[in-house]
């Protein structure tokens, strides 16, 4: 069992966490009675990209995905962003923005999908509306590969969640500019496996605030 040594620093008004901790970024931490808002936000990121996922690479025969809208916007979108704001007064810099960000994601996928919205009737043009829908792809493509910079040579489980996690928005970018369904089916693919990813650093984080967990799952944190 690995422990947190916090030793409080009145100058800085915040507490020193050991490198070994559970913390993808940053080691420090402003003293806060906010618990771990992690495990919420990482299990409703993994629910929603997994069902959108197994949509993708039509399980059950399902191709149409809307049943996904409820779940992008009260646990993809509402539940995130919700984590990220409460990582804000803890100190996770990191936590805050990526929770913050994706939840905004999902529930402006969301937005799409519903017909009073008037987005998708705004294209009379199918391949304006694709290219479109590619080019969104694209920029959140690149915000998370922005993300795996400050992860990169401190958390490994971060580092291959963000990687799987942009190869299924290129690859589904690509089959909105393509209109290739095999690319589709391998961006869903990618997308099940970052949700069993993202599913299980939600696990380890839930037990590691457990004193009493029965095991301890591993995240691959590298000391500074």
Request: glycine fraction near 10%; aromatic fraction near 12%.
């Amino acid at each position: 069992m690995t422990k947190t040594s916090m030793n409080d620093d009145p100058e800085k008004g915040r507490q020193e966490f050991d490198p070994t901790t559970a913390d993808p970024v940053s080691y420090a931490r402003r003293p806060s009675r906010i618990a771990n808002p992690g495990p919420a936000g990482l299990f409703s990121f993994a629910s929603t990209t997994f069902l959108l996922s197994m949509y993708n690479v039509n399980t059950r025969g399902i191709h149409t995905s809307n049943v996904i809208v409820g779940m992008a916007v009260f646990a993809g979108g509402l539940v995130q962003l919700l984590a990220g704001m409460w990582e804000f007064p803890r100190g996770n810099v990191f936590g805050a923005t990526a929770f913050s960000s994706y939840g905004a994601f999902w529930m402006s996928y969301a937005t799409t999908l519903i017909p009073g919205s008037g987005v998708l009737a705004a294209y009379s043009d199918d391949t304006e509306l694709h290219n479109a829908l590619g080019m969104y792809l694209i920029v959140w493509f690149m915000v998370t590969v922005m993300f795996i910079l400050p992860v990169i040579r401190r958390h490994l489980a971060f580092t291959v969640l963000l990687s799987f996690l942009s190869v299924a928005l290129l690859l589904l970018a690509i089959a909105e500019f393509t209109g290739m369904p095999t690319v589709t089916k391998a961006g869903g693919v990618f997308g099940i496996i970052t949700g069993l990813i993202a599913y299980y650093i939600g696990v380890s984080e839930m037990m590691a605030a457990e004193e009493s967990a029965f095991m301890r799952v591993p995240l691959g944190i590298w000391s500074r």
